[in-house]
Every structure is written in C-alpha cells, then in structure tokens.
C-alpha cells in the first residue's frame, strides 16, 4: 500500500504531499472504533467496504488521465482486489467469532463525490483516498498484532 | 468389329464401376466422421442386408482396416439380413470396418461393401498431485499461478484438454485451458494474487472419450508462494572477532504480506561442504545473524534462502554468494622448518628452509630467525615474509640449534625448531624405500623405522631436473608407514627422501636420509643415444655411447639394445646390454665391410633409436700387416745375405769376369831384358803424356790431399757412404754422387779420379751442371800411366801416397759387399769406375817406376794394353 501511494504521488506531480492532507468530507475515515474485539473488527470490515467504491472512483480518473496500464492504475485494481479480499476474511472471521449474529452489510452507496471535479480536485481526491486506505490497513495491522497479543496471553491463563 | 469392341469393354467396366459401389449393406453405428472406440473396451457394430440385396447372412464377412477378416466366431446371426461382430478394440483397429457381401460360389453378382471409421483412444486419467506456485515478482507476488500434476503414463490417444480451475472466496472462478496429450501443468492469471485468501485448485481433464477431475484442493493462497532469494546478504568481518562473521540481509518480500525465515549456508572458499545454520535461529522479522566458531583468516563464501514462516511455502532459491575473509588472530601453529645439508671441502653448506604455519592466521609479516652452534648465544636473525630461505656454514664437527618463529599483525606464533648434528653423530635413517604410482599419486613405503624417539618422518622430493634443485617437503605422523605425494610432473625424474624425524630434547633432529629416484609417468625416451665407433677391427668393432641427456630420458632406462647390420644386406642382428653399459665390443663381424649401427634406449614405456652410425671393418687384423712386413723384410734380409755368400764364394769367378788379369809390365820378358843401350834415352816418354784440362782451380791432387784430406775424412766418408745417382759411391763418379761437397772437393776427387781420362761431362742423365763441365782429354798412349805423374816429385811422398792409399783403402775396407755389388753392376755409367785395388797399389808403392803405371777403367771396362 505504502508502495502504491507513493507511485501515486511520484505519478501526480509536485505538491502532492500538500494537497493529500487537505480536508474532505467525502472520503471514509481511517479510525477504528469499537470496545470489544467483535466491535472493533466490525468496524474494520465496514471500513474496508466504505473504501472501496471511493478506490474504484480513483481508478477511473486515473484511467481517464493516464493509460489505462499506468502503474497507478495497476496498482490501485490490484488494491481493490486486496481490500476485497481482506474484507472477505473479515467477514470470515466475524462468522466465525459471531456465528449467530448477522454482520450489517453497509449500503453500496455513491461516494459522494460531486462528478464535475476538476483535475486538481481528482488528484487531491485520488491522494486523500489512499492515504486515509493506507492508514486504516495500518491500524487494522496493529490491531491484528494487539489481538493476537491479546489471545496469546488468554490461551496461555488458559494453559496454566 | 474394333469399335463394337471397345464398347463392350466400356460396358463391363462400367458394370463392375457401378456395381461395386452401389452398396446392398449397411453398418449399425453409422456416423459421417470417425466412431470412438476405447481401447480395450469391446466394440459391436452390425451389418444390415438391404432389402434389394441378393445376399444372405450367411455371405456376409467383417474386414478390418487391412482387409483381413475377423473370425466368424466374433460374429452374432441376429436374422437372415443382419449380421453382428463383437471385437475387444485395440490398436491396429484404428481406420476402416468393414462388412462385405459376396457369395463363395462363382457368380457374377457383384460384391457389397459397407465400412465406418473407427478411431481408438483412452479416455483421461484422473491427474494425482496436483500443486499450485505463484513466484515472487518484483516487490509483490505474481498474479500467475501455475499447477503442476501427474497426468499418468497412459496416453490417450486422442486431442485432450486440460483445465485448469481456481476459486478465490466468493468470486468468479478463474480458469484456464491448456490442449495438450498428456500435459503436466497449466498456468492461470489471477489478475491479483489472492494474499490472505484460501484458494481452491482443480484439474479437468477431457477427451472425446469422457472427462475427469482432479481431487479439488484448497490452499492458502501464500502457501503456494516462492518468494525470492534474501536481499543484500552481506557477510561482515569485525576486527578483534576472528572466529565470526556478522550476515546480514534484507526480506526479498514486505514482512507484514509474508513474513519469512531464514536458513544461512556458509563453507570455506574452494570447499563444496557447506555448513547449514539451523532456520530456528533465523526466524521471521530478523535481519541479521552471527557467524560463529570460524576460523581465522579465512575465506568464506555465505549464501542464503528463505521461506514462509513455519514452512508453509517454497524455499527460495539460495541467494548468489557472498564472499568475506574473517579477521586476524595470531598464528596458531609454528613454521614448518628444514633444511638441506651439502658437505663441502671445508665444512658444510646448510640451506634452511622454511614454509609458513598452517594455521597463520593472518599475513605473515616476518620470521625470525635463532641460530646458535655448539650451543653457543642464540644469534638472531630477521628474514622477511618473502624469503624462506637461510644460507650457513657450519663445520662438520659442530652442531647447531635453530629455532625460527612467524609473525603477523596480531602477534607472534610458536617456535619450530632444528637440531643439527656433528656430521659423525647422525641418527640412523629407515630400512628401505619402495615406491609405486597409482592415478598420477605417488605412493611412497617405507620399513624399519619403528623407533621409540622416533617423532614423525619427513619425506623430502626435489625435481633433479631443474636447475634450482628447489625442494618440497611432507611431514606424516610417526605411526604411519607409507603416505601419498601429489603434484608431480610427468616424465620428470625426481629424488624421494625419507628421513626419520627424532626427538633431540627440545628440537628435532632429521635422521639420515634413504633416497630413491621416482618418476610419476614414464615414455620412450625422448632421444636415442649417438653412438660412436672407437676401435674398429677386421672382425670386431668397440661402440660407445654417451647417456642419454636426463631432460631427454623420460624414464629409467632398462636396457640398450645395439642394432647393426652390414650396409649392403637388410639382415639385422641386435645384442641388448644393461642399463650401466656404455660401451660394447662387436664381435664376429665381416672384414672390409660397411656396417651400420644404432642403439635402442629403452624404457619400461618404449623405446627409441638413436641415430645411425657407419663404420668399416678392417681387412687386416691384428699383427697380420706386422707378420707380412716381417716376413718380407727377412725374406729380403736371406736373399741379399745369401747373395753376399755367393759373391765371397765366388770372388774370385766374379774377379775374373769382371776384371780380366792385365800383365804386369814389371813381369813381363822386356823388363828381364837387358840391352846393351840405354834404355832409357830410347823410351818413347812423349807418347805417355797427360793432357789436364781442369776447370777447377788447377790444384794438384797431392797438394789438396796434403791439406784437405785429413779434414775432409768425414766429407769422404760421406761420399763413400752416399750410394750417389745413378749407381754406387765407388763406381759413380765423385762429381756427381757428391752433390752437396764443396768445389775444391769435386776438383780434387776429380782431379784425382780421372786422370788419365778425356771426359767431357755433360751431366748425368740429362742435368745440367751449374758450372762448366771439366774436359778430360785422355791420352792417345797405351802405356799405363803413372799416379801423380804431373807431380813426379810426390811419389816418394809418404805422406801424400799414405793419405791416397788411405783414400782406396777405405773405400774397400767399408763395402767389400757392395763393392762385389757394384762391380756386379754393368750399366755402371760412363763415369764409373771401380777403385784401383790395394794389392795393385802395393806395387806402385814400393816400385816407384813401376807403381807410377795404373790401369783405370773405361766406358766399356778395361782394354789390356
């Protein structure tokens, strides 16, 4: 991911590393947010999901810009596939920790975006969805490490 | 008539056209392409009599491909009109089948045809151990995920297709074909490699004969992974660590997609035995590993792999090598010293040598060097890294220590050390030495040497062809009793020396040396001997030959066999002599004969010639031409002895028909007679005169005789001596025979001689004389003259008479042989003339009157008067 934001910057020009912290109201947060561990990997697979018509959004502006082989492009289909993916699992793994509770399923909206953005606003847009994508994978890393700590240290009270 | 001909012909071809393929019986299957058949399966097709058929079932037969009929065994009667077969289908059934209605008998009606293709195959075999791998690509996983499987042995026989299908949660399931007979893998695009995800991976495999799955197996996705080789791998030396390599690398792919461990490989450079490092010490997430337990100063090659953690994907391959030396420690291990001794006129010349330590450790930087005699102070000596090697004298009733160290940057190694004895206190050697070549090693024995102080044994080999004589050494522990030496040059001749090593208190002292020439590889000699022939006889010839050159020889010569045969035959005869012989005496060979010879050098590999050498024998042998010369010398000796005899016999025959007796005058009747006048107012004197033509100085022979005879006795005696041209010293005359005496000689002897002669000398044979010739004019008188009549007052002269008399004397007492001799000679020349004999002198002597008359011989002898 850290790998494609950066082909995406490198690809967009200068100021990119200004225009990506700009504020957008549009664009899914990055936060996780939740108590309990069901709660908070809920929350991860919601993100995921609200990400993902933002991410194939940014894909076409990048396809109308650029090629439809440019390396961000690539880069962002294969993110697409990736962040499918891993909300599968996911969603796997609510089944599994939660079988009898159904797992809210967030509506495939639009993003929101209004449709006459100029080039400057697809590219800041492009940046912002990354950048927030990449810090919601990062916490979602660290909460798979804080869960796993935590599990290990269960199984071995357990143990004892 | 010819045209109604060819029509009817045109008729019956048409005929027989129309009706072999106006068919009267069909097959049941039918198809407009080939019918499948399974092989090993059995097939059954029936054959139909159309209605308008004048057949029965019973004139139907099947016929496969090649015409040849299926046995009637195969067939199943259904009615009168249908005909069944049943046939197990096998290879040779692919191509035609047929069914033919015709009738045994002779008839006209036409035989029916039917046939349908058929083609055999197998159906698929179910593929067995299927595996899936994507590769690494970049910094990600690639999206291409080829399987693998066994697709059997069996080949179908037809066109099949394999099909690869993969399911990736809930989507679409990606899929590929690949149309190939027994394919054995088939690659899919997933677009985006499912990482995290579970994939399900199946094969279908279809033919014309049917269709079949694999088992459908279910990954996850990263297990079917081969990442790439470790990044960066980086083998650190540290100074102060010698014993240790710091590795260090980077993961090929991002930790948090796949993390990965690590297994570490690491061996000596030039060494193919590689050292693994357990994978459980370099598990995920590090980066880096100690090396440890290394060896100092050493090259190491490091190479690494990776692989998911716990093992669940491929093993990379291993990363390419990387290469780095360990730091210096001091060096473990002493020098290896030695040294050769070569005695000298005055004392001994000993070359110390020495090889760096094996365990180094480092870069030696210099040895030093300790040297005391008859334990004295130890001298010490700084040699440079590059030189090895230490020249001293040292007397032969001395003894030395020597002790040598190495040094390197970190420090100083243990001491080797040398003992040298006086030269009549050497410890003994081993018993014996035998050495053998298996696979271009030298294997080197040796026995006797199981001494208790006996520490090790040293075995030196110096290529004794080289003009350095630099030499090598190896040491082998003191149990062993044979050891193998490499590295040796073929057809080189080498000294192998064992020498027994002991303990002398703290040093080591060599034993004495046993020593055998070796060589690694043998051939023909490079060159044959040049052989010489040095005495060559009537029938024996001596061959010597020099030894062949040692860079020429290749090999311990055995033996020399000489080739020689006579030049004018092909018929070779060969004599072989031993390896130390140098020369060779031939015997039994032709005299006067060109022989040729060449000596063949043989190894224990081969031989060669050297070059030919010619020679003659001799047609005498030995003493043969001494006997021959002797013989004919005594034979001469007889003859002339016994020629002698006869002439003193017969001297008096000889005597007589050489000099007839001439009357002397004093006996005659007149001398008795006394007449009553004087006689001599009556003597004619004037008819006795002497005409002296002398071209000479005119000096009478008396007066030369007074003064020169006496000196001139050994000139005389030189002429009597001198056999003279053209005939003996007395009978030539002294003129001519005396050529090198002086001019007063000659005149003298001349004057002398020839008194009473008119010569005129022209020269003998044709010379000319330098001067002019004297002319003798010789009295017309036939009375005899007297001697010295021009000088009457010198016969009474003792002196003069007694020198003359002399003169003749001598010139008969030398050679009365030859005088015989010449006298014998009748061509004697014009001039020659045999000496007044001593006892017709005699007279002349005590008769003066009468002595004064001598006869002397002319051209043609003595006419009486």
């Given at each position: 991911m850290a790998e494609l934001l950066r082909t995406y910057k490198t690809s967009q020009g200068d100021s990119t590393d200004l225009i990506c912290d700009m504020p957008m109201d549009n664009v899914p947060e990055s936060t996780i947010s939740g108590q309990t561990i069901s709660e908070r990997i809920l929350s991860v697979y919601t993100r995921l999901k609200e990400f993902l018509p933002h991410m194939k959004t940014v894909m076409e502006q990048q396809k109308d810009f650029n090629p439809p082989t440019n390396p961000v492009a690539e880069g962002l289909d294969m993110m697409i596939t990736h962040v499918r993916h891993t909300a599968l699992r996911v969603n796997c793994l609510l089944q599994i920790l939660q079988p009898n509770i159904p797992i809210p399923e967030p509506a495939e909206r639009p993003t929101g975006?209004?449709?006459?953005?100029?080039?400057?606003?697809?590219?800041?847009?492009?940046?912002?969805?990354?950048?927030?994508?990449?810090?919601?994978?990062?916490?979602?890393?660290?909460?798979?490490?804080?869960?796993?700590?935590?599990?290990?240290?269960?199984?071995?009270?357990?143990?004892? | 008539m010819d045209t109604s001909h060819h029509f009817f012909l045109l008729l019956m071809f048409l005929h027989y056209t129309i009706g072999t393929n106006t068919s009267c019986v069909k097959i049941l299957p039918d198809s407009n392409s080939s019918i499948l058949v399974e092989l090993g399966k059995n097939f059954t097709a029936t054959c139909h009599l159309l209605e308008r058929s004048a057949y029965t079932s019973d004139d139907i037969e099947w016929l496969l491909d090649d015409y040849s009929s299926i046995a009637k065994q195969h067939y199943h009667?259904?009615?009168?009109?249908?005909?069944?077969?049943?046939?197990?289908?096998?290879?040779?059934?692919?191509?035609?089948?047929?069914?033919?209605?015709?009738?045994?008998?002779?008839?006209?009606?036409?035989?029916?045809?039917?046939?349908?293709?058929?083609?055999?195959?197998?159906?698929p075999l179910k593929p067995e151990n299927l595996t899936c791998m994507a590769v690494q690509e970049g910094s990600g996983i690639s999206p291409y995920l080829k399987c693998?499987?066994?697709?059997?042995?069996?080949?179908?026989?037809?066109?099949?297709?394999?099909?690869?299908?993969?399911?990736?949660?809930?989507?679409?399931?990606?899929?590929?074909?690949?149309?190939?007979?027994?394919?054995?893998?088939?690659?899919?695009?997933?677009?985006?490699?499912?990482?995290?995800?579970?994939?399900?991976?199946?094969?279908?495999?279809?033919?014309?004969?049917?269709?079949?799955?694999?088992?459908?197996?279910?990954?996850?996705?990263?297990?079917?992974?081969?990442?790439?080789?470790?990044?960066?791998?980086?083998?650190?030396?540290?100074?102060?660590?010698?014993?240790?390599?710091?590795?260090?690398?980077?993961?090929?792919?991002?930790?948090?997609?796949?993390?990965?461990?690590?297994?570490?490989?690491?061996?000596?450079?030039?060494?193919?035995?590689?050292?693994?490092?357990?994978?459980?010490?370099?598990?995920?997430?590090?980066?880096?590993?100690?090396?440890?337990s290394l060896k100092p100063y050493t090259e190491y090659v490091v190479q690494m792999r990776c692989i998911k953690e716990h093992n669940e994907s491929y093993w990379s391959e291993w990363s390419a090598n990387a290469t780095v030396r360990t730091a210096e420690a001091e060096p473990a291990s002493a020098p290896d010293l030695w040294r050769i001794i070569q005695p000298t006129s005055d004392g001994r010349n000993v070359t110390l040598l020495w090889k760096p330590p094996v365990k180094a450790n480092g870069v030696i930087l210099k040895y030093e060097l300790y040297i005391s005699q008859d334990n004295g102070k130890l001298e010490r000596l700084d040699e440079v890294a590059d030189n090895r090697m230490h020249?001293?004298?040292?007397?032969?009733?001395?003894?030395?220590?020597?002790?040598?160290?190495?040094?390197?940057?970190?420090?100083?190694?243990?001491?080797?050390?040398?003992?040298?004895?006086?030269?009549?206190?050497?410890?003994?050697?081993?018993?014996?030495?035998?050495?053998?070549?298996?696979?271009?090693?030298?294997?080197?024995?040796?026995?006797?040497?199981?001494?208790?102080?006996?520490?090790?044994?040293?075995?030196?080999?110096?290529?004794v062809q080289q003009r350095d004589l630099q030499p090598h050494w190896q040491r082998v522990p003191r149990n062993a009793n044979s050891t193998t030496l490499t590295g040796f040059e073929k057809l080189k001749r080498y000294n192998i020396s064992v020498y027994p090593i002991y303990k002398h208190r703290l040093y080591t002292q060599a034993g004495r040396p046993v020593t055998k020439a070796v060589y690694i590889q043998q051939e023909s000699p490079e060159k044959g001997p040049t052989v010489t022939v040095t005495k060559s006889k009537k029938n024996s010839a001596e061959l010597t030959w020099e030894e062949i050159p040692l860079d020429s020889r290749r090999g311990f010569i055995i033996n020399y066999t000489i080739f020689y045969w006579a030049g004018n035959t092909d018929r070779w005869q060969s004599?072989?002599?031993?390896?130390?012989?140098?020369?060779?005496?031939?015997?039994?060979?032709?005299?006067?004969?060109?022989?040729?010879?060449?000596?063949?050098?043989?190894?224990?590999?081969?031989?060669?010639?050297?070059?030919?050498?010619?020679?003659?024998?001799?047609?005498?042998?030995?003493?043969?031409?001494?006997?021959?010369?002797?013989?004919?010398?005594?034979?001469?000796?007889?003859?002339?002895?016994?020629?002698?005899?006869?002439?003193?016999?017969?001297?008096?025959?000889?005597?007589?028909?050489?000099?007839?007796?001439?009357?002397?005058?004093?006996?005659?009747?007149?001398?008795?007679?006394?007449?009553?006048?004087?006689?001599?107012?009556?003597m004619p004197k004037e008819d006795v005169s002497v005409v002296e033509v002398d071209v000479f100085d005119g000096k009478s022979l008396c007066e030369e005789d007074k003064t020169v005879l006496p000196l001139k006795k050994d000139k005389y005696l030189s002429?009597?001596?001198?056999?003279?041209?053209?005939?003996?010293?007395?009978?030539?005359?002294?003129?001519?025979?005396?050529?090198?005496?002086?001019e007063s000689d000659s005149g003298q002897t001349t004057a002398s001689t020839v008194q009473y002669s008119s010569v005129v000398a022209s020269g003998y044979k044709g010379q000319t004389p330098n001067h002019p010739p004297p002319v003798?004019?010789?009295?017309?008188?036939?009375?005899?003259?007297?001697?010295?009549?021009?000088?009457?007052?010198?016969?009474?002269?003792?002196?003069?008479?007694?020198?003359?008399?002399?003169?003749?004397?001598?010139?008969?007492?030398?050679?009365?042989?030859?005088?015989?001799?010449?006298?014998?000679?009748?061509?004697?020349?014009?001039?020659?003339?045999c000496p007044v004999q001593e006892e017709e002198a005699s007279p002349i002597v005590e008769d003066p009157p009468a002595s004064g008359v001598s006869y002397m011989s002319q051209k043609s002898g003595y006419r009486p008067q």
């Open positions: 975006i209004p449709p006459a953005q100029n080039i400057f606003q697809q590219k800041a847009y492009g940046c912002i969805v990354l950048s927030r994508l990449q810090e919601l994978l990062s916490k979602a890393v660290q909460e798979q490490k804080s869960l796993r700590g935590e599990m290990c240290r269960k199984r071995t009270k357990n143990a004892f | 009667k259904i009615n009168e009109s249908s005909v069944s077969v049943t046939v197990n289908v096998s290879r040779n059934m692919n191509g035609w089948l047929r069914c033919k209605a015709s009738r045994k008998s002779l008839s006209f009606t036409p035989s029916c045809f039917y046939g349908v293709s058929l083609r055999a195959g197998y159906p693998s499987w066994d697709p059997g042995t069996r080949d179908p026989l037809l066109d099949t297709t394999y099909t690869l299908y993969v399911e990736i949660g809930v989507e679409p399931t990606y899929s590929n074909s690949c149309k190939q007979r027994l394919a054995e893998s088939c690659t899919v695009n997933l677009s985006t490699f499912p990482v995290f995800m579970d994939v399900n991976v199946c094969v279908e495999v279809k033919n014309e004969l049917g269709s079949v799955r694999s088992d459908k197996l279910k990954w996850d996705a990263l297990t079917l992974v081969k990442p790439n080789p470790p990044l960066d791998v980086q083998p650190l030396a540290e100074v102060n660590f010698s014993t240790s390599l710091m590795v260090t690398w980077k993961p090929p792919i991002e930790k948090t997609t796949m993390p990965l461990s690590y297994l570490i490989r690491y061996c000596k450079v030039d060494s193919d035995v590689w050292i693994e490092v357990p994978e459980i010490s370099t598990q995920a997430h590090k980066e880096s590993f100690r090396l440890q020249l001293m004298q040292l007397p032969p009733g001395k003894e030395a220590n020597i002790e040598i160290t190495a040094t390197n940057s970190i420090g100083v190694s243990p001491k080797a050390t040398l003992f040298i004895p006086r030269s009549d206190r050497e410890r003994p050697g081993v018993g014996s030495v035998s050495w053998s070549v298996r696979d271009e090693e030298l294997l080197v024995e040796w026995t006797g040497a199981s001494n208790a102080h006996v520490s090790e044994f040293l075995l030196e080999w110096v290529n004599v072989t002599v031993g390896d130390h012989v140098r020369s060779h005496v031939l015997t039994d060979l032709e005299s006067e004969t060109d022989y040729v010879v060449h000596i063949m050098a043989s190894t224990v590999a081969g031989s060669k010639n050297g070059s030919d050498f010619n020679f003659k024998t001799m047609k005498y042998g030995d003493g043969e031409v001494e006997v021959i010369v002797v013989v004919v010398c005594l034979s001469f000796l007889f003859l002339t002895v016994f020629i002698i005899m006869i002439c003193l016999r017969k001297k008096e025959v000889i005597k007589q028909l050489l000099w007839p007796h001439v009357p002397d005058p004093s006996d005659s009747s007149i001398a008795h007679w006394s007449p009553d006048f004087p006689v001599k107012a009556d002429e009597e001596h001198s056999s003279g041209i053209g005939g003996s010293s007395c009978m030539s005359s002294p003129r001519h025979s005396v050529s090198d005496s002086d003798f004019a010789r009295s017309e008188s036939t009375q005899p003259l007297l001697d010295c009549e021009e000088h009457p007052d010198l016969l009474n002269d003792s002196g003069g008479l007694s020198s003359r008399n002399s003169y003749f004397r001598r010139g008969r007492e030398l050679e009365p042989g030859a005088l015989a001799q010449d006298c014998g000679e009748p061509n004697g020349g014009s001039l020659t003339f």
